[in-house]
Nanobody, 123 residues
Framework: QVQLVESGGGLVQAGGSLRLSCTASGIILHINKVKWYRQAPGKQRELVAE???????NYAEHVKGRFIISQDNAKKTVYLQMNSLKPEDTAVYYC?????????????????WGQGTQVTVSS
């Protein structure tokens, strides 16, 4: 069974950096697409960054130039490097992976969510 475990969140001062990680467990055959979302208190979940394997990433306008999405297929891990953090970046961050995995003698492709990790940026 595929599970995603996130790490790397925490408390940081404005201008600082954090790197979020999202590691997949299970028999992962291929990661097709990576998305990072965030949800601030009282707000809807929003897409922050996305990347289809083999293509250039896309970023929300308000994080462009500050956030970098990447993946390490050998480690089955995707990352979100966040630089020049601002108080308005405070939110719970979620990874979402579209991946192919083997389970119960079959191969399936599904989207999976991480559990979320809190990022708090103080001013």
């Amino acid at each position: 069974q595929v599970q995603l475990v996130e790490s790397g969140g925490g408390l940081v001062q404005a201008g600082g950096s954090l790197r979020l990680s999202c590691t997949a467990s299970g028999i992962i055959l291929h990661i097709n697409k990576v998305k990072w979302y965030r949800q601030a208190p009282g707000k809807q979940r929003e897409l922050v960054a996305e990347m289809t394997t083999g293509s250039s990433p896309n970023y929300a306008e308000h994080v462009k130039g500050r956030f970098i999405i990447s993946q390490d297929n050998a480690k089955k891990t995707v990352y979100l490097q966040m630089n020049s953090l601002k108080p308005e970046d405070t939110a719970v961050y979620y990874c979402n992976l579209d991946l192919a995995a083997a389970q119960d003698m079959s191969i399936s492709r599904n989207e999976h969510w991480g559990q979320g990790t809190q990022v708090t940026v103080s001013s």
